[in-house]
């Protein structure tokens, strides 16, 4: 837990390390094509497995045929759910207790999306294991399927029939999750309002479109233990749940996270290690399997669906009395991570603004649809995408400058906010004070870099018009309560240090950033600490790399242990010197009277002479708090009024994220945001046909921004000092992605009047709003 808030003020001013510039620790390694990926090993007798995915979208399946399928040469095994145990999990890799639903099988005899599973085919070739999949006969009976989810749960079509689920609210009504809350009395407060609005908003299917697609390779190393080297997010909970699922000991797993080609949430999901490690258990061989990109774009995982219903009622000097908040969540055909991204879109949605009276009602239900799970913001860009499009259409109401709206409505410094005490991740949280805030500086400095007050309120003729918009949104530092870090740090001869940690670097330069923490608390040069992360069975214990968690949770578990370390190099330096009165300064234990040792020098003493035989500590961390970073987002953008396109000229984000640990990162951060956020906003979208399958599923027809796409980004921060982090520090991973969205909506009306409360935003919406269509 963290110490008391009001103990943990810190002067930053003169830290070396923490907020500088710094090289990343893989930098070369990368730059120069180490082998540092999951898939940069070979190994003898590897065999290469593809898996049959389903055609239908519902069906059980009568029977399968894999005869001819093992004739093909070079086959060494083909599994179905004949091969295994009825077993339920959740693919969710979320620490305990699960939140999640526990309604997958590893392979199953009904199949409920276009791409579930149906079986799997190792073989000494990936051409091979091609061939067999083609010859799989497979008889299905074809089920009704349900796509629709405002019809789910009052429709007669189950998505899952079975009884023995567990944490499924309703599966008789296909209702994964449910959430109520209210604070206050939303009812009362509505009809003291001077304005009540209500609109209706919808966000789609979107896809991480990570560059490396998920990969796992397993082997058996020579003591006979399962090895998982695997591009993921989690790997302790990959260890936890490829062990329950094969009923095989934890003590004979390792799970080892090499550098990640991005996750974005896609990868904090046990996708494909289960059924990887399988085949090596069954077969003795190493095992690989790779998705295609296709497979990524229907096989794997992306954001939730969700239609939101804002109600807000308003006094006449734009004060927000009451917010009434229905979700409807399409989970798809799984209820991995469901609840927990509803529960976000709830919790930070309505965290960030002061009205006393709040209710919510979130449902999230099954259809045979692609499966959604995590997404970088994990149901916050759903929420602040209605919410911050509805505060725009308050503004154009009321005649207030959307700036100022926002001014009045969000929480501040100081103040208590009680709907996360109900709206915990996947359950009750804890009570939240915000002790830093600086959204008031990060809009204030947004409205000058874009422009602000010349742009709004200029004259919109023309063909082409141009707009502004802007947002204001806040995230979360980790969960609390349930997240939590360790690390170990152990002193070398040469005054260098090994620094373990379970913390998942997926390719946002984690590594760096707790080097660069152990570092200011140790007085070293960062390339002193050699970082070891996310290996099982030599790093200790953590959650993973989700929930913006890494700086807050696994930086303060870093923090501390190397205060343990430094405290031990102090007491030893006294011993030495034979003071009672010394101080660190520089790597030197420097005693009142001038005296002086060296580092090096203590680690000689003190190994060879038996005064101390290793200098070393560990040290976890978990915290009840999870103080959110704040974000203003401004888009500067044009409308071309005959054709409906819209061009994004500049995007501006600023950000509270504490004391930045590291300025290039926390940039390139943001930076990488924008981008996922831009094509939520104007192309991405998964598209379905009658029939439930998938039709674009390559990225000439899925439209993420490249390079070309780009608008000029300015990325901004202001400094504040969190006192419950390490050295001031917030998160800063997920909030840039909250504003682009909603933002460029705003513009849009800004610019030609069209309100879009639909997302992505095409031209044709738009020509529909322009009524030209």
């Given at each position: 837990?963290n110490?008391?808030?009001?103990?943990?003020k810190?002067?930053?001013?003169e830290?070396?390390?923490?907020?500088?510039k710094t090289?990343?620790v893989d930098?070369?390694a990368l730059?120069?094509g180490q082998?540092v990926?999951?898939d940069?090993?070979?190994?003898?007798n590897?065999l290469?497995?593809k898996?049959l995915?389903?055609?239908?979208?519902?069906?059980?399946?009568?029977?399968?045929d894999t005869?001819?399928?093992?004739?093909?040469?070079?086959?060494?095994?083909?599994?179905?759910?004949e091969?295994?145990?009825?077993h339920y999990y959740t693919?969710?890799?979320?620490?305990?207790?699960?939140p999640s639903s526990?309604d997958?099988?590893i392979?199953?005899?009904?199949?409920?999306f276009?791409?579930?599973?149906?079986?799997v085919?190792?073989?000494?070739t990936?051409a091979a294991?091609?061939?067999?999949?083609?010859k799989?006969?497979?008889?299905?009976?074809?089920?009704e399927?349900i796509?629709?989810?405002r019809e789910?749960m009052?429709?007669?079509i189950?998505?899952?029939e079975?009884?023995?689920?567990?944490?499924?609210?309703?599966?008789?009504?296909?209702?994964i999750a449910?959430?109520k809350?209210?604070l206050?009395?939303v009812?009362?407060?509505?009809?003291?309002?001077?304005h009540?609005?209500?609109?209706?908003?919808?966000?789609?299917?979107a896809?991480?479109?990570?560059?490396?697609p998920?990969?796992?390779?397993?082997?058996?190393?020579?003591h006979?233990?399962?090895i998982?080297?695997?591009?993921?997010?989690?790997?302790?909970?990959v260890r936890r749940i490829v062990?329950?699922v094969?009923n095989?000991?934890v003590?004979r797993?390792?799970?080892i996270?090499?550098?990640?080609?991005g996750g974005?949430?896609s990868?904090?999901?046990?996708?494909?290690?289960?059924?990887?490690?399988a085949?090596?258990?069954?077969?003795?061989?190493p095992?690989?399997?790779?998705?295609t990109?296709?497979?990524?774009?229907?096989?794997?995982?992306s954001?939730?669906?969700?239609i939101?219903k804002?109600?807000?009622?308003?006094k006449?000097?734009?004060?927000i009395?009451?917010i009434?908040?229905n979700?409807?969540e399409?989970?798809?055909?799984?209820?991995?991570?469901?609840?927990?991204?509803?529960?976000?879109?709830?919790?930070k949605a309505?965290?960030?603004y002061?009205?006393p009276?709040k209710?919510?009602?979130?449902q999230a239900?099954?259809?045979?649809?692609?499966?959604?799970g995590?997404?970088r913001g994990y149901g916050?860009?759903?929420?602040?995408f209605?919410?911050?499009?509805?505060?725009d259409?308050?503004?154009a109401?009321l005649?207030?400058?959307?700036?100022?709206l926002?001014?009045k409505?969000?929480?501040?410094?100081?103040?208590?906010?009680?709907?996360?005490?109900?709206?915990?991740e996947g359950?009750?949280g804890y009570p939240?004070v915000?002790?830093?805030s600086g959204?008031?500086?990060?809009?204030?400095?947004?409205?000058?870099?874009i422009?602000?007050?010349k742009?709004y309120?200029?004259?919109?003729?023309?063909?082409?018009?141009?707009?502004?918009?802007?947002?204001g949104c806040g995230?979360?530092s980790?969960?609390p309560?349930?997240?939590?870090?360790a690390?170990?740090?152990k002193?070398n001869?040469?005054?260098?240090?090994?620094l373990?940690?379970?913390a998942?670097d997926?390719g946002?330069?984690?590594?760096?950033?707790?080097?660069?923490?152990?570092?200011e608390?140790?007085?070293?040069?960062?390339?002193?600490?050699?970082?070891y992360s996310?290996?099982?069975?030599?790093?200790?214990?953590?959650t993973?790399?989700?929930?913006?968690?890494?700086?807050?949770i696994?930086?303060?578990?870093?923090?501390?242990a190397a205060e343990?370390?430094?405290?031990?190099i102090?007491?030893?330096?006294?011993?030495l010197?034979k003071?009672?009165?010394?101080?660190?300064?520089n790597?030197n234990?420097?005693?009142n009277?001038?005296?002086s040792?060296?580092y090096?020098?203590?680690?000689?003493?003190?190994?060879?002479t038996?005064?101390?035989?290793?200098i070393?500590?560990?040290?976890?961390?978990m915290s009840?708090?999870?103080?959110?970073?704040f974000?203003?987002?401004?888009?500067d953008?044009e409308?071309?009024?005959?054709?409906?396109?819209?061009?994004?000229?500049?995007?501006?984000?600023?950000?509270?994220?504490?004391?930045?640990?590291?300025?290039?990162?926390?940039e390139?951060?943001v930076?990488g945001?924008?981008?996922?956020s831009?094509?939520y906003?104007l192309?991405?979208?998964?598209?379905?046909?009658?029939?439930g399958?998938?039709?674009?599923t390559?990225f000439?027809?899925?439209?993420i921004?490249?390079?070309?796409?780009?608008?000029?980004?300015?990325?901004?921060?202001?400094?504040t000092d969190?006192p419950?982090g390490p050295?001031?520090?917030?998160?800063?991973?997920e909030?840039?992605i909250?504003?682009?969205a909603?933002?460029?909506?705003?513009?849009?009306?800004n610019?030609?009047?069209?309100?879009i409360r639909e997302?992505?935003?095409?031209?044709?919406?738009?020509?529909?709003g322009?009524?030209?269509?």
């Amino acid at each position: 837990m963290n110490d008391k808030k009001e103990d943990k003020k810190e002067d930053n001013a003169e830290m070396k390390y923490v907020g500088k510039k710094t090289a990343r620790v893989d930098g070369l390694a990368l730059v120069s094509g180490q082998p540092v990926f999951a898939d940069d090993i070979k190994l003898r007798n590897m065999l290469h497995a593809k898996i049959l995915h389903s055609p239908h979208a519902h069906a059980h399946i009568k029977s399968i045929d894999t005869s001819v399928a093992k004739k093909v040469p070079g086959v060494k095994l083909v599994l179905t759910h004949e091969d295994f145990d009825l077993h339920y999990y959740t693919t969710a890799g979320q620490g305990y207790p699960e939140p999640s639903s526990r309604d997958t099988r590893i392979l199953d005899s009904t199949v409920r999306f276009v791409g579930d599973r149906v079986a799997v085919v190792a073989a000494d070739t990936i051409a091979a294991a091609e061939e067999a999949i083609e010859k799989i006969k497979v008889e299905y009976e074809v089920l009704e399927a349900i796509f629709d989810p405002r019809e789910s749960m009052t429709s007669k079509i189950l998505v899952h029939e079975q009884s023995d689920l567990t944490m499924v609210h309703d599966h008789k009504r296909n209702l994964i999750a449910e959430l109520k809350a209210e604070l206050g009395d939303v009812e009362t407060a509505m009809k003291g309002c001077d304005h009540v609005f209500e609109e209706e908003y919808s966000v789609p299917y979107a896809q991480q479109s990570h560059i490396e697609p998920h990969i796992v390779v397993t082997w058996f190393d020579e003591h006979n233990r399962l090895i998982i080297r695997t591009a993921t997010q989690v790997p302790f909970h990959v260890r936890r749940i490829v062990a329950e699922v094969l009923n095989f000991p934890v003590g004979r797993i390792r799970v080892i996270k090499p550098r990640i080609g991005g996750g974005f949430g896609s990868k904090q999901e046990i996708l494909n290690e289960e059924l990887c490690a399988a085949i090596t258990l069954k077969t003795g061989q190493p095992a690989r399997i790779e998705y295609t990109r296709e497979e990524e774009l229907y096989a794997a995982r992306s954001r939730h669906p969700q239609i939101l219903k804002v109600r807000m009622g308003v006094k006449d000097d734009g004060f927000i009395e009451a917010i009434d908040l229905n979700i409807l969540e399409n989970g798809g055909a799984y209820g991995t991570h469901s609840l927990t991204v509803m529960s976000v879109t709830a919790n930070k949605a309505l965290s960030f603004y002061a009205a006393p009276h709040k209710k919510l009602l979130g449902q999230a239900v099954y259809t045979n649809m692609s499966v959604p799970g995590a997404y970088r913001g994990y149901g916050a860009p759903q929420g602040f995408f209605a919410m911050e499009v509805m505060l725009d259409e308050i503004a154009a109401k009321l005649k207030i400058d959307p700036t100022e709206l926002r001014h009045k409505n969000y929480v501040k410094e100081g103040d208590d906010v009680p709907i996360a005490k109900i709206l915990g991740e996947g359950g009750e949280g804890y009570p939240m004070v915000i002790y830093t805030s600086g959204m008031a500086d990060c809009i204030e400095e947004g409205k000058k870099l874009i422009d602000w007050d010349k742009l709004y309120s200029e004259e919109k003729t023309g063909r082409v018009r141009r707009g502004v918009g802007m947002i204001g949104c806040g995230q979360g530092s980790g969960i609390p309560g349930i997240d939590m870090a360790a690390a170990f740090i152990k002193m070398n001869e040469d005054a260098s240090f090994n620094l373990l940690a379970g913390a998942t670097d997926i390719g946002t330069g984690s590594d760096t950033m707790i080097a660069q923490i152990a570092a200011e608390v140790l007085e070293v040069p960062v390339e002193k600490i050699i970082v070891y992360s996310s290996d099982t069975d030599m790093t200790p214990f953590d959650t993973g790399a989700y929930a913006s968690s890494t700086t807050y949770i696994s930086g303060g578990a870093v923090k501390k242990a190397a205060e343990k370390v430094k405290q031990q190099i102090l007491d030893m330096g006294k011993k030495l010197l034979k003071v009672e009165e010394a101080k660190i300064e520089n790597g030197n234990v420097i005693a009142n009277d001038g005296q002086s040792v060296s580092y090096e020098e203590i680690c000689t003493k003190a190994f060879y002479t038996h005064e101390q035989h290793q200098i070393m500590a560990n040290a976890s961390h978990m915290s009840y708090d999870s103080p959110p970073p704040f974000n203003t987002t401004f888009a500067d953008i044009e409308v071309d009024t005959e054709t409906g396109i819209v061009r994004v000229h500049k995007i501006v984000s600023v950000s509270d994220a504490g004391q930045i640990i590291n300025p290039q990162m926390a940039e390139g951060q943001v930076e990488g945001a924008i981008p996922q956020s831009l094509g939520y906003a104007l192309s991405e979208f998964m598209v379905f046909d009658d029939k439930g399958a998938p039709i674009n599923t390559n990225f000439f027809d899925y439209h993420i921004h490249t390079t070309i796409d780009m608008p000029e980004i300015v990325v901004k921060f202001v400094h504040t000092d969190e006192p419950t982090g390490p050295f001031g520090a917030k998160a800063i991973a997920e909030i840039p992605i909250n504003g682009p969205a909603p933002a460029i909506a705003n513009a849009i009306y800004n610019a030609c009047g069209v309100r879009i409360r639909e997302l992505p935003i095409t031209p044709e919406k738009i020509l529909q709003g322009l009524g030209k269509i």
